[in-house]
């Protein structure tokens, strides 16, 4: 028995509306994953921000004389404070790269900041700078797994925004490709505080 023209339009109608519903819940949710891994990402990020003040007041007690050193950690964490990057940015490249690149500064200040400690023997005896450095420490390592998950995730939705006919159904929502940490533009890769206390 042959299908009438007007059955077959139905059935084309049905699986279509079926496939952009499930293209949708399904983009839905990968974007909430990436959300989820992004906002992990900031957590580390503002745990080591909030670190820093009480660093730079316990070196500032032993190595008065660094005011250079000190004014760049200080002032790289200031610019680290004012960029606000949400879920809903990160296909935004240009505010990925401002959010990527504070961070990055920050990171280089802190490195800075643990060379010129190096110097005060007695600063790095001391009980209070020894357990910042232990904070600061596994907080690269939190950081460094948090931005793991990201870039799994990240890896993950664009994949899938861009497979066929998920494709289709993005290009109607107006889903974009997420930001991705990559190692072109990514200084912090070379430049993390190096927290060593095996000497």
Do not use: C
Request: hydrophobic letters at 40%; zero cysteines.
């Amino acid at each position: 028995m042959k299908l009438k023209p007007i059955y077959l339009i139905l059935l084309l109608v049905v699986v279509g509306v079926f496939v952009f519903f499930n293209s949708y819940n399904s983009i839905q949710s990968q974007d909430e994953k990436v959300a989820a891994s992004w906002a992990e990402v900031l957590n580390q990020y503002k745990r080591r921000a909030d670190l820093i003040p009480n660093l730079v007041n316990t070196v500032k007690g032993y190595a008065e004389h660094e005011k250079a050193v000190l004014t760049e950690v200080t002032e790289a964490r200031a610019k680290v404070g004012s960029i606000q990057i949400n879920a809903q940015q990160l296909s935004d490249p240009a505010i990925f790269a401002k959010f990527q690149q504070a961070q990055s500064e920050l990171s280089t200040a802190l490195s800075h900041l643990i060379a010129v400690s190096e110097n005060y023997p007695a600063l790095k005896a001391d009980t209070l700078y020894k357990n910042l450095m232990t904070q600061l420490e596994g907080t690269e390592n939190r950081i460094a797994v948090a931005r793991g998950r990201y870039i799994e995730a990240v890896q993950a939705y664009n994949s899938f925004i861009r497979g066929l006919p998920t494709k289709w159904v993005a290009d109607i929502i107006n889903e974009q490709p997420k930001q991705q940490f990559t190692v072109e533009n990514e200084k912090e890769i070379s430049n993390a505080p190096n927290v060593n206390f095996s000497q």
